[in-house]
């Protein structure tokens, strides 16, 4: 079985900085495809960003093209996503995800394994 646990979510202000964290269990960990997603109240679960295990592809939303980073550490079992400039339009439940297909697929749908989610909220 593999579980998720998100940390690192916070108040901050428009403009700053979070890093938020994913710990994956599971021993075949460095295989799956690793993805953030957001979501707020009565909306979809949004994609962010994704990263083959390899790290061969690695895709953003738009929206925060140029200020997330997503990061994964196989040796650590860990995948972090760093979130620069900030906006309140970045406010949301972050969820990491799993994929055993390691497809980098950007829908929620195929996604195997999820954390708990971490609330980020941004000030203006």
């Known amino acids: 079985q593999v579980q998720l646990v998100e940390s690192g979510g916070g108040l901050v202000q428009a403009g700053g900085s979070l890093r938020l964290s994913c710990a994956v269990s599971g021993r075949t960990f460095s295989r799956y495809g690793m993805a953030w997603f957001r979501q707020t109240p009565g909306k979809e679960r949004e994609f962010v960003s994704t990263?083959?295990?390899?790290?061969?592809?690695?895709y953003y939303a738009d929206s925060v093209k140029g200020r997330f980073t997503i990061v994964r550490d196989n040796a650590k079992n860990m995948v972090y996503l760093q979130m620069n400039s900030l906006k309140p339009e970045d406010t949301a439940v972050y969820y990491c995800a799993a994929d055993r297909i390691n497809g980098a697929s950007m829908r929620a749908g195929d996604y195997d394994y999820w954390g708990q989610g971490t609330q980020v909220t941004v000030s203006s």
């Open positions: 990263r083959t295990w390899s790290g061969d592809r690695t």
